[in-house]
């Protein structure tokens, strides 16, 4: 105990020096606030230099310009120097993160003898870090030539390793505010609770949570600073050896912080420290998906986490980064690409090539260029995955939206959309197995031992083999496609799965309940409307095609196909709507006793244990949020069910694709080739047998079969075993 009392005292003294060594007077702040003040200083500053220019150089290969920052005082402008050193030999110097911003940059610096202006964000950083006497120091903004496009594509492509050789890397979170030191001192008491393993018991944060709402309220403010939505802190944080964020005063080690935030998450607590912000019903459907989902991929990157505690680990490729920094803010939208391409294990071998009746053309590698255009590089950097993984998982990402400003193919994903469609059941890991495959599917492996799942699975093996992905992309950027037509959509629901971002989370304690319930009514009868519409198209498939009852394949389809039949809500699946009702009469019950001026104790036990009620009935409402999310309820000619995406329609296509387990979505044009509209998922689909004609047995004895067949397996017996694969025919995507 004295041991951790004495390292507590030390921790707190070595912040508090820390704080007084970036401590800025505020004079060196207050000119920045005004622009007339702005305005001369830059004047003034150039007519000093006007016989004191000096132009940078060009770069050479390899080379880097480090910001030599100045000893100045307290007004002093800020001035600083380019230092050429090879990126190899460089030694002991520091980089900047930091958020740009979309501001036009108004404050001057000197920089190598030129008045340069920069954004009132980097003018703060930089006057913080000469304040710390940091000398030598890399700034993305300044020491790249952001008017050569030529220079700025080289310096791009190795700027992992910028940040890597970095001796330290500053994160600036921005100026202080009221909030930010409790945020800090909150941190910094969760990190002296640090278990065996790197995260704070779920108990302790529990108890804190309850204990300081106020902590936890100033950390939700700091979380939802612009730094953290940022695509490029991606790169630059996990290529940082040692990180320590600032925030004006205030510090930490970054590896601290993501300790923190790990906790956070394996606690599942995250969201609500998020709930803690005053403005979070604002927030939920931009920045609070947002920020969650760059700490998490913080957190499964850095540490190596993953969804499930297999032998597996996150698979750096160019697509898993481009997947999961989906969300991530670029002013740029080239740097959605670009701002992670580094980082990729793949991002060298990438390249793309045309071909037409079997011809190909020479490859073409996969370069950083910022002259194109976003629809230009979405389509070279989906011809280059393609390509060169012969796989079509990045086609999951794209979805036809007759809506959309943008000139892209339907094969190709906006990787610029604020609000992308979920991916379901995308994993971005691989086997840390040194015999894993290379394949475009898990190779299967005998789960039991009977004779049929053993046939079954030396079959798969061979259709693994046999059905991988088959393309041609042609000049006029299409793809051409391998593959099945295996049914056509009859019904289709007039809406989507209803979505409230706002509802993301239901606080009992909120002094604005009502305002909750009212939402909570909204999206109630909306849920209740299309889970009637979902119903009555279901009835329609009676009898199932796979003997299944209809509110069994009906429970399948809305939550998804590893759902419980057991887990239904009370009288089964087709009762739902009824279900919704009682919640609506619970809700309105709800809401007209927290009206009432009447308050007693009765009263507020009353209210606690409606409430609790409440929300108990929610949850036991099936979880078709993330399952059912921008889709409608679909209904096919052969009389299956299933969820397609919301740019469908009735007569479209479902096909079985070569080197794609998913059903995807066709539309004929009329002239010979296709769109794609999307991926969906069919109850009971299966591709091996969505690709099988038939099987047959040739027993010993018999006569040999003449029937055609595609290839031979083995069942336990020794018997051979023919199957027959159905005709293809091939889709031309446009």
């Not at 994160?171 to 202080?176: C, F, P």
């Not at 510090?251 to 956070?264: A, G, P, Q, T």
């Not at 400003?405 to 691989?430: C, F, R």
């Not at 031992?449 to 000049?475: M, V």
Request: glycine share 4%; net charge positive; proline share 4%.
């Amino acid at each position: 105990i004295m041991f951790h009392d004495e390292m507590r005292r030390w921790q707190t003294a070595t912040r508090r020096r820390m704080a007084r060594q970036f401590r800025v007077h505020f004079l060196a702040k207050l000119w920045v606030r005004s622009k007339r003040l702005r305005d001369l200083k830059t004047i003034h500053i150039r007519w000093r230099l006007q016989h004191a220019h000096r132009m940078r150089r060009p770069l050479q290969v390899r080379e880097i310009r480090l910001l030599q920052v100045q000893p100045g005082n307290i007004l002093s402008t800020i001035s600083c120097d380019f230092l050429y050193v090879d990126l190899k030999s460089a030694k002991d110097y520091a980089a900047l993160s930091y958020t740009w911003g979309s501001a036009a940059p108004t404050i001057p610096i000197l920089l190598h003898g030129k008045v340069t202006l920069v954004s009132e964000n980097l003018y703060l950083a930089l006057l913080h870090l000469r304040k710390r006497s940091v000398e030598l120091i890399w700034v993305d903004a300044l020491c790249i030539n952001q008017e050569d496009l030529a220079e700025r594509a080289r310096q791009v492509s190795h700027m992992d390793e910028v940040y890597r050789r970095a001796s330290l890397v500053w994160v600036w979170l921005g100026d202080s505010d009221p909030f930010s030191g409790l945020a800090f001192d909150g941190l910094h008491s969760l990190g002296q609770h640090l278990d065996w393993d790197g995260a704070v018991p779920q108990r302790h944060l529990e108890k804190e949570l309850d204990r300081h709402p106020q902590r936890w309220r100033a950390i939700s403010e700091l979380l939802y600073r612009p730094w953290f939505r940022r695509m490029w802190i991606i790169q630059e944080v996990l290529s940082a050896r040692r990180a320590i964020m600032i925030c004006g005063e205030d510090v930490i080690e970054l590896d601290l912080f993501l300790k923190i935030i790990y906790s956070l998450f394996k606690a599942e607590m995250l969201k609500s420290v998020l709930a803690f912000h005053p403005k979070r019903h604002e927030l939920s459907g931009g920045p609070l998906k947002v920020v969650l989902d760059q700490l998490g991929f913080f957190v499964k990157a850095k540490f190596h986490i993953t969804d499930f505690l297999a032998r597996h680990e996150f698979k750096k490729t160019l697509l898993n980064f481009m997947a999961e920094t989906r969300l991530a803010e670029a002013t740029n939208p080239l740097d959605k690409i670009y701002g992670i391409f580094s980082l990729a294990i793949d991002a060298r071998s990438l390249g793309y090539w045309h071909s037409s009746e079997g011809k190909r053309s020479p490859r073409r590698p996969f370069e950083i260029d910022y002259t194109l255009t976003k629809e230009e590089l979405f389509i070279r950097v989906t011809k280059a995955i393609i390509c060169t993984s012969r796989s079509f998982e990045i086609l999951r990402f794209a979805r036809y939206e007759p809506n959309s400003a943008n000139d892209l193919p339907s094969w190709v994903a906006d990787w610029a959309n604020p609000k992308p469609h979920i991916v379901l059941n995308y994993l971005p890991v691989e086997s840390i197995d040194r015999n894993k495959s290379n394949s475009w599917r898990p190779v299967p492996r005998v789960s039991e031992a009977s004779q049929d799942s053993y046939l079954l699975n030396a079959i798969a093996y061979e259709i693994t083999k046999r059905c991988g992905a088959y393309f041609e992309i042609g000049h006029q950027n299409t793809l051409t496609i391998k593959g099945i037509h295996v049914d056509t959509i009859a019904r289709l629901s007039s809406r989507t799965f209803p979505q409230d971002h706002n509802l993301f989370s239901f606080d009992p304690q909120n002094a604005n309940i009502t305002e909750n319930m009212t939402n909570w009514q909204h999206y109630l009868e909306s849920l209740k409307i299309w889970s009637e519409e979902c119903i009555r198209y279901a009835k329609a498939c009676d009898p199932y095609p796979s003997g299944q009852s209809i509110s069994s394949a009906l429970w399948s389809v809305l939550n998804g196909h590893d759902a419980r039949t057991e887990d239904q809500v009370p009288h089964g699946c087709l009762a739902l709507p009824r279900a919704i009702e009682d919640l609506q009469v619970a809700a309105g019950a709800i809401e007209s006793q927290i009206r009432s001026k009447h308050v007693d104790a009765l009263s507020g036990v009353l209210r606690a244990t409606a409430l609790s009620s409440f929300i108990h009935c929610l949850s036991q409402l099936p979880k078709m949020s993330k399952t059912c999310f921008a889709q409608k309820f679909a209904t096919t000619q052969k009389r299956y069910m299933g969820l397609m995406p919301d740019g469908a329609k009735v007569g479209d296509l479902i096909c079985v694709i070569y080197g794609c387990e998913t059903p995807v979505v066709l539309r004929d044009c009329e002239n010979g080739s296709f769109k794609l509209i999307g991926h969906g998922t069919v109850h009971r689909f299966d591709f091996d047998d969505a690709v099988v004609e038939s099987t047959f047995t040739h027993r010993r004895g018999a006569r040999s079969s003449r029937k055609a067949f595609t290839f031979t397996t083995w069942d336990q017996a020794g018997r051979v075993v023919y199957t027959l694969l159905k005709e293809t025919r091939t889709f031309t995507l446009v």
